[in-house]
């Protein structure tokens, strides 16, 4: 008996025909594999339109979400020397995907490519998306990765040519989290404290304390090759005169002992294994005053995994293209922070599927007293 092509009642098993309604079966939807099939494609819709220019030009054609789009598919591809069907299919695909307006054949930008998908959207993620999922040529060979239990190609291969347009990327998401985190750290209510950043990027959380706090100093770490981009970042928010550069490996840099206020590992610890990790909370104890504290953002994995299917997913990207990531899970990180010698650990998420751990460092050594 042929199966029903669709999500639907199977007319073969009624019960006029079967005759046995109390175990009769509906077979479930395919939609969630549909999902995932086309979840490549439109990974590539997106990536196209960005590449083409597609939410620039609708802004600067003064597309605003809620006024009625006016622009057609016909006018965007002149602009964009497209062709125009295969520019309509494209824009459809976006409306299709609720990343545009579409409304009589014409088009206009929503709120969410406004807000995240034009460059000087507030909250802009246009560099972040086509660097986001790493090297795309891992993710055909997964298969082969989890055979052997290592990618072809790790980003650890060339690290500086992977992170430098990420760091680019997510700054402005990093930056706006590292900033509400005030409002849970209170950061800003230190005098001038001392923070060392490892693994900078474009130094997101240290810009956050030096604007909130004039009289705060940083050392900024990251890899040749990346570290430029917190050279730049910092100037352009007017913080540069205080940070002091630190190029190189945060495992092996020279850090002073007890020389900071606040030390940050911001989205490191997933592309370490647990022992670099580790290594990593250890150096940032030694480098803390007493209480003073650590600050460790990431994606981490819920007691339930699918309770974080983005933590979950961020950790397949890691281990798609990295030799150490994998996903980390939350209780693991307070467990390693406890067993480090903090404590009032805390968790917070300063904006939307932004967390980070608050850790502040014990008065008393690991297992000592006073
Ligand atoms: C995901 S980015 C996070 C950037 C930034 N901390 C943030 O929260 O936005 C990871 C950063 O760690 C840096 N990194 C990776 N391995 C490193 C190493 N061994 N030593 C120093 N920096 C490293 C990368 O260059 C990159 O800038």
Known sequence: MADSP???????????????????????????????????????????????????????????????PTVTAEELAEELEASSPHLEALLDSLAVLGLLERVGGRYGLNDTAARYLTTDGAASMASLVPVAPGPLGNWSRLADTIRAGQPAEPIDDDPADFYRPLVEGTFTTMLRAATRADFQVRYSALESPRVLDLGAGGAPWAIAVLKACPGATAVINDLDGVIDVAQRTTAEYGVADRCEFRPGDFHTIE????????????????????????????????????????????????????????????????????????????AQVAEWLAETGFEAIRLIEPIGHQYAYVATKSRRPPGGSL
């Open 255 to 330: 850090i002073e002992s007890e020389g900071y206020d606040i030390v940050v590992l911001g989205h490191v610890c997933r592309t370490e294994g647990p022992s670099g990790a580790q290594q990593l909370i250890a150096r940032a104890v030694d480098a803390l005053r007493p209480e003073g504290r650590l600050l460790l953002a990431d994606y981490f994995v819920a007691p339930e995994p699918q309770w974080s299917p983005h933590s979950v997913l961020m950790g397949m990207t890691m281990m798609a293209s990295t030799i150490n990531g994998f996903g980390i899970t939350a």
């Open 6 to 68: 669709y999500p639907e009642l199977k007319k073969s098993h009624v019960p006029e025909r079967v005759g046995r309604p109390w175990t009769d079966y509906k077979p479930p939807p395919s939609a969630p594999v549909w999902a995932v099939i086309s979840g490549f494609g439109s990974f590539h819709v997106l990536a196209a339109a960005l590449e083409l220019g597609v939410f620039d030009a609708l802004a600067d054609r003064g597309a605003t979400p809620g006024i009625p």
